[in-house]
Nanobody, 118 residues
């Protein structure tokens, strides 16, 4: 079993920055991808950014050029640096890990609230 603990959410003004952190505990061995989803009011949950253990990354079009995902594999951690925040970035951000292979194994954090104000 794997547990994910997020931190770093909060209230920030539009144009500001915020850094989210997530650490995995438990049995986190094996090839995997870690990253962040978010639940924005009025929208379905969406992938924000992901990073594979080998370094390849994925970003949602809405955050490209503004957000950066980073990993510390030794600590089983993933980070999300969010710059130039917009009002529409407001939502609950969830850390996520998925292991490569079968059967499918994926785990979610409890979520951290990000609120962007004008």
């Amino acid at each position: 079993q794997v547990q994910l603990a997020e931190s770093g959410g909060g209230l920030v003004q539009a144009g500001g920055s915020l850094r989210l952190s997530c650490a995995a505990s438990g049995n986190s061995y094996g090839r995997n991808v870690m990253g962040w989803y978010r639940q924005v009011p009025g929208k379905q949950h969406e992938v924000v950014a992901q990073m594979y253990d080998a370094g390849d990354t994925y970003y949602a079009d809405s955050v490209k050029g503004r957000f950066t995902v980073m990993r510390d594999n030794a600590r089983s951690a993933v980070y999300l640096q969010m710059n130039s925040l917009k009002l529409e970035d407001t939502g609950v951000y969830y850390c996520h890990i998925e292991f490569i292979g079968a059967p499918r194994r994926q785990f979610w954090g409890q979520g951290t609230q990000v609120t962007v104000s004008s």
